[in-house]
Nanobody, 123 residues
Framework: QVHLLESGGGSVQAGGSLRLSCTVS????????MGWFRQAPGKEREGVAR????????YYVDSVKGRFTISVGNAPHTVYLQMNNLKPEDTARYYC????????????????WGQGTQVTVSS
Protein backbone atom coordinates (compact mmCIF):
# COMPACT_ATOMS: atom_id res chain seq x y z
CA GLN A 1 0.00 0.00 0.00
CA VAL A 2 1.38 3.38 -1.01
CA HIS A 3 1.99 5.80 1.82
CA LEU A 4 2.84 9.47 1.44
CA LEU A 5 3.89 11.69 4.31
CA GLU A 6 4.04 15.47 4.01
CA SER A 7 5.75 17.85 6.39
CA GLY A 8 6.95 21.43 6.55
CA GLY A 9 3.76 23.43 6.66
CA GLY A 10 3.24 26.31 9.05
CA SER A 11 2.30 29.94 9.44
CA VAL A 12 4.34 32.75 7.93
CA GLN A 13 3.93 36.37 7.03
CA ALA A 14 3.63 37.50 3.46
CA GLY A 15 7.01 37.45 1.78
CA GLY A 16 8.22 34.56 3.89
CA SER A 17 9.32 31.09 2.85
CA LEU A 18 8.50 27.50 3.67
CA ARG A 19 9.78 24.17 2.39
CA LEU A 20 7.42 21.26 2.16
CA SER A 21 8.64 17.71 1.89
CA CYS A 22 6.92 14.53 0.84
CA THR A 23 8.22 11.02 1.24
CA VAL A 24 6.72 8.11 -0.64
CA SER A 25 6.99 4.59 0.69
CA UNK A 26 6.06 1.22 -0.70
CA UNK A 27 5.43 2.36 -4.22
CA UNK A 28 5.46 -0.11 -7.07
CA UNK A 29 7.29 2.21 -9.45
CA UNK A 30 10.95 3.07 -8.98
CA UNK A 31 10.41 6.32 -10.86
CA UNK A 32 7.28 8.38 -10.71
CA UNK A 33 5.58 11.72 -11.02
CA MET A 34 5.15 13.63 -7.77
CA GLY A 35 2.62 16.39 -7.65
CA TRP A 36 1.91 19.07 -5.09
CA PHE A 37 -1.66 20.27 -4.86
CA ARG A 38 -3.47 22.69 -2.62
CA GLN A 39 -7.00 23.27 -1.51
CA ALA A 40 -8.32 26.35 0.22
CA PRO A 41 -11.66 26.34 2.05
CA GLY A 42 -14.53 26.50 -0.40
CA LYS A 43 -12.28 26.03 -3.41
CA GLU A 44 -11.42 23.13 -5.63
CA ARG A 45 -8.14 21.31 -5.28
CA GLU A 46 -5.62 22.69 -7.76
CA GLY A 47 -2.29 21.50 -9.02
CA VAL A 48 0.64 23.63 -7.92
CA ALA A 49 3.68 21.82 -9.28
CA ARG A 50 4.78 18.38 -10.35
CA UNK A 51 8.05 16.70 -11.20
CA UNK A 52 8.97 13.55 -13.06
CA UNK A 53 11.69 12.01 -10.94
CA UNK A 54 13.83 10.30 -13.60
CA UNK A 55 14.22 13.40 -15.76
CA UNK A 56 13.61 16.26 -13.33
CA UNK A 57 11.10 17.81 -15.71
CA UNK A 58 8.98 20.27 -13.77
CA TYR A 59 5.58 21.82 -14.31
CA TYR A 60 4.08 24.78 -12.43
CA VAL A 61 0.79 26.58 -12.28
CA ASP A 62 1.19 30.15 -13.47
CA SER A 63 0.42 31.69 -10.08
CA VAL A 64 3.52 30.17 -8.47
CA LYS A 65 6.04 30.39 -11.29
CA GLY A 66 9.18 32.17 -10.13
CA ARG A 67 8.27 31.69 -6.47
CA PHE A 68 7.95 27.94 -5.94
CA THR A 69 10.48 25.27 -6.86
CA ILE A 70 9.87 21.54 -6.85
CA SER A 71 12.86 19.24 -6.56
CA VAL A 72 13.86 15.67 -5.89
CA GLY A 73 15.65 15.11 -2.61
CA ASN A 74 18.73 13.02 -1.96
CA ALA A 75 16.75 10.71 0.28
CA PRO A 76 14.93 8.00 -1.63
CA HIS A 77 11.46 8.87 -2.85
CA THR A 78 11.50 12.35 -1.34
CA VAL A 79 10.36 15.47 -3.11
CA TYR A 80 10.47 19.04 -1.87
CA LEU A 81 8.47 22.15 -2.62
CA GLN A 82 10.38 25.32 -1.80
CA MET A 83 7.96 28.21 -1.50
CA ASN A 84 9.36 31.73 -1.50
CA ASN A 85 7.71 35.13 -1.45
CA LEU A 86 4.56 33.60 -0.08
CA LYS A 87 1.32 35.50 -0.48
CA PRO A 88 -1.93 35.34 1.52
CA GLU A 89 -3.59 33.70 -1.48
CA ASP A 90 -1.18 30.77 -1.09
CA THR A 91 -2.97 29.87 2.14
CA ALA A 92 -4.32 26.33 1.75
CA ARG A 93 -3.82 22.76 2.76
CA TYR A 94 -1.07 21.30 0.60
CA TYR A 95 -1.09 17.70 -0.50
CA CYS A 96 1.39 15.53 -2.33
CA UNK A 97 0.30 12.80 -4.66
CA UNK A 98 2.01 10.32 -6.93
CA UNK A 99 1.35 8.56 -10.20
CA UNK A 100 3.60 6.72 -12.67
CA UNK A 101 3.92 9.52 -15.24
CA UNK A 102 3.49 13.30 -15.45
CA UNK A 103 1.33 13.28 -18.55
CA UNK A 104 -1.49 14.72 -16.50
CA UNK A 105 -1.59 17.26 -13.69
CA UNK A 106 -5.25 16.77 -12.94
CA UNK A 107 -5.91 15.83 -9.31
CA UNK A 108 -8.32 13.16 -10.49
CA UNK A 109 -5.52 11.32 -12.25
CA UNK A 110 -3.48 10.90 -9.09
CA UNK A 111 -4.53 7.86 -7.07
CA UNK A 112 -2.24 8.00 -4.05
CA TRP A 113 -2.39 10.98 -1.70
CA GLY A 114 -0.93 12.15 1.56
CA GLN A 115 -2.93 13.66 4.42
CA GLY A 116 -1.80 17.19 3.69
CA THR A 117 -0.02 19.93 5.57
CA GLN A 118 -1.45 23.37 6.30
CA VAL A 119 0.18 26.53 5.00
CA THR A 120 -1.11 29.84 6.32
CA VAL A 121 0.20 33.16 5.05
CA SER A 122 -0.80 36.33 6.86
CA SER A 123 -0.68 39.79 5.37
Amino acid sequence: QVHLLESGGGSVQAGGSLRLSCTVSVYSYRTFCMGWFRQAPGKEREGVARIYTPTGNQYYVDSVKGRFTISVGNAPHTVYLQMNNLKPEDTARYYCAVRPHCSSGSPGDFAAWGQGTQVTVSS
